[in-house]
């Protein structure tokens, strides 16, 4: 199957700074990637869709302005969690489509101090 | 609108079989299988794109049936390695479009 990486897999941070999340597709081209968020024990949340070369579809809720996605090639996307709080704290993972199919990544853990 | 899931939780001895299902309140265009362990991604099981579609491999399969809104997933023989916790995720309009996941059923398979 394809594969989809995530970097980085852990981030620590402090209060009020910002965090990048990189997520590539290695062995195929995706023109849509999707950003999810996982609380603990709960399913997969959608956050928006990511659209190489056009703005990102937010999920009703989720504040675009704090969470910044940027699909600048057909093998990357990077969301940026801007401003981080305690409650951002997470495990984000990004998926990559490949005609029908969504392919994920490991996911980066997000823990905001 | 999430899709429902049942079980949530089932435990199994090996070799036992589990049918978990997922439901959903809108009209589905495909469902995808998931399986997560723990502390990790889900990983792709497979997709059935038409009603009464059904697909398999190893001893892990499912079915679609449109009109009833439903997906079955089976597992046979269970082994130590089935244990995660296993998602649904719909899709809703024709052509691709973005997955809702489901509640999940967490499946646990025991010596």
């Known amino acids: 199957g394809a594969v989809v990486s995530q970097h980085p897999s852990w981030v620590i941070c402090k209060s009020g700074t910002s965090v990048k999340i990189e997520c590539r597709s290695l062995d195929f081209q995706a023109t849509t990637m999707f950003w999810y968020r996982q609380f603990p024990k709960q399913s997969l949340m959608l956050m928006a869709t990511?659209?190489?070369?056009?703005?990102?579809?937010?999920e009703q809720g989720v504040e675009k302005d704090k969470f910044l996605i940027n699909h600048a090639s057909l093998t990357l996307s990077t969301l940026t969690v801007t401003s981080a709080h305690p409650e951002d704290s997470s495990f984000y993972i990004c998926s990559a489509r490949d005609w029908e199919t969504q392919y994920f990544g490991p996911g980066t853990r997000l823990l905001v101090l | 609108q999430q899709p429902v899931q049942s079980p949530q939780a089932v435990i199994l001895r090996e070799g036992e079989d589990a049918v978990i299902n997922c439901s959903s309140s809108?009209?589905?265009?495909?469902v995808h299988w998931y399986r997560q362990k723990h502390g990790e991604a889900p990983v792709f099981l497979m997709i059935l794109l038409k009603g009464g579609e059904q697909k398999g491999h190893d001893k892990i399969s499912a079915s679609f049936n449109e009109k009833k809104q439903q997906s079955s997933l089976y597992l046979t023989a269970s082994q130590l390695s089935y244990s995660g916790t296993y998602f649904c995720g719909t899709g809703y309009s024709g052509g691709y479009q973005k997955v809702t996941f489901g509640t999940g059923t967490k499946l646990q398979v025991i010596p």
């Open positions: 809108k009209a589905l265009y495909s």
């Open positions: 990511s659209n190489e070369g056009s703005k990102a579809t937010y």
